[in-house]
T-cell receptor, first 110, second 115 residues
């Protein structure tokens, strides 16, 4: 599975959009981009995933560049409860293993 | 509601004893489950892939004789930390992948403290 690179930490003001970038320059054509987040001492929580088209759900939006070498997770109106470590993972849809990188620690500031 | 349940959520044991952690898939049958370990302020590290009815597949560097995995049914996998030592103290998390959505569901995690 391809590796991902994320900034180690980010801050965001409460109520503003949080844009979390992820580089996955070695992604293969059939690998999906998945985003999870982990609040302290809990299991990771699924946020969103996509292949090449932009995706949106009730939690977030996922923007994938045309060359698929990077993506951005957007939390449109960050709240204090969005403070967490966000992980970007690339994996085959039918593949089994998810390998986690170091993630981005997002702090939402009041 | 929860899709994956882990038990116990916290366990404290003495050095040299064995500890069993259970992972249950509540919403669907899972031929494959995954076990992760997470040390403080670090990312999740995949330990092994648990396969129903067959041997688990361990990641490089993970001792299979120390971390025994049993996947006896389509909804239950267990991880047994044998002869635990303080360096085995960690947060252990299991997960299940839903085949039709590709989504990976995680348990709540089990925090092991070895004294």
């Amino acid at each position: 599975d391809a590796k991902t690179t994320q900034p180690p930490s980010m801050d965001c003001a409460e109520g503003r959009a949080a844009n979390l970038p992820c580089n996955h320059s070695t992604i293969s054509g059939n690998e999906y981009v998945y985003w999870y987040r982990q609040i302290h001492s809990q299991g990771p929580q699924y946020i969103i995933h996509g292949l090449k088209n932009n995706e949106t759900n009730e939690m977030a939006s996922l923007i994938i560049t045309e060359d698929r070498k990077s993506s951005t997770l957007i939390l449109p109106h960050a709240t204090l409860r969005d403070t967490a470590v966000y992980y970007c993972i690339v994996s085959l849809f039918t593949g089994n293993q998810f390998y986690f990188g170091t993630g981005t620690s997002l702090t939402v500031i009041p | 509601g929860a899709v994956v349940s882990q038990h116990p959520s916290r366990v404290i044991c003495k050095s040299g004893t064995s500890v069993k952690i259970e992972c249950r898939s509540l919403d669907f049958q899972a031929t494959t489950m995954f076990w992760y370990r997470q040390f403080p302020k670090q990312s999740l590290m995949l330990m092994a892939t648990s396969n129903e009815g067959s041997k688990a597949t361990y990641e490089q560097g993970v001792e299979k004789d120390k971390f025994l995995i049993n996947h006896a049914s389509l909804t239950l996998s267990t991880l047994t930390v044998t002869s635990a030592h303080p360096e085995d103290s960690s947060f252990y998390i299991c997960s299940v992948k839903q085949s039709n959505t590709g989504e990976l569901f995680f348990g709540e995690g089990s925090r092991l403290t070895v004294l």
